[in-house]
């Protein structure tokens, strides 16, 4: 009886949990996005002032529920120094938010090799990205077509795996379809990974199935 309760309560509240990464230089704005989506979809928080947001110096952590589903935003610091942490997180990430500055072209160029470093790493190997040229609100920022053919070099390291870039304004909230999209990739690399467990876990002699190149739109 205990475990039909147990069951039905899980059925009924127990929510899917991923983890996505908020990664990108300082200043980019990774802190305003989480802390615009902390304010957007959680009805009793209320946010702190979008002025007093500072530098991230170590790890900041937003809850976002949805339905059944909920996500965990971890923010990391983008200075060089911090940089170095990031890789420590990749295991137990299904997503990663890339953001960009799309105002500050001279800091381009490094962002890009973050980018391409990040992208390297085995263990975001088939990890979904999605790439925000934020700060898209200011009228001399760059365009998307830009972005995409400064990070253009990057484009055969991305892969095996789902990649957008989409615009995107942390500081006035024009990113809903972005976050929708982070959502539905995360539950893609959830279902992916469900899948591969599965599999080890069946008889070795079984064969294994192809999987589908992901799409890259980077």
């Known amino acids: 009886m205990y475990t039909l309760l ?20 300082d200043n980019a704005g990774k802190t305003t996005f989480l802390e615009q989506s902390k304010t957007r979809f959680n009805k009793n928080y ?5 002025s ?19 996500l965990m935003f971890w923010d ?3 200075q060089e120094e911090l ?3 990031w890789d420590k997180y990749y295991a137990e990430c299904h ?3 890339y953001v960009i500055d799309s ?22 190997d088939g990890v979904p990205i999605l790439v925000l040229a934020n700060k898209q609100d200011v009228e001399t920022c760059l365009s998307i077509p830009d972005i995409k053919t400064a990070f253009s070099d990057c484009a055969s390291k991305i892969g ?29 690399r959830r279902k992916s990974q469900e899948g591969h467990l599965k599999k080890t876990t069946s008889s070795a002699l079984q064969p294994a199935h192809a999987t589908p190149a992901a799409r890259s739109l980077m």
């Open 6 to 25: 147990s069951g039905l309560y899980k059925y009924m509240f127990q929510k899917d949990e991923y983890c996505v990464l908020i990664l990108g230089l």
């Open 46 to 50: 209320k946010g702190m002032s979008l």
């Open 52 to 70: 007093k947001i500072t530098t991230t110096v170590g790890l900041n952590i937003g809850t976002v529920d949805v339905g059944k589903a909920r």
């Open 76 to 78: 990391l610091g983008g």
């Open 83 to 85: 940089q170095s942490l």
């Open 95 to 97: 997503g990663v938010i």
């Open 103 to 124: 105002t500050d072209e001279e800091r381009l160029s490094e962002s890009k090799q973050a980018f391409e470093k990040m992208v390297t790493s085995e263990a975001l």
């Open 160 to 188: 095996r795996r789902d990649c957008l870039t989409q615009a995107c304004s942390a500081l006035t909230g024009a990113w809903l379809p972005t976050w929708r999209c982070c959502r539905q990739q995360a539950w893609q």
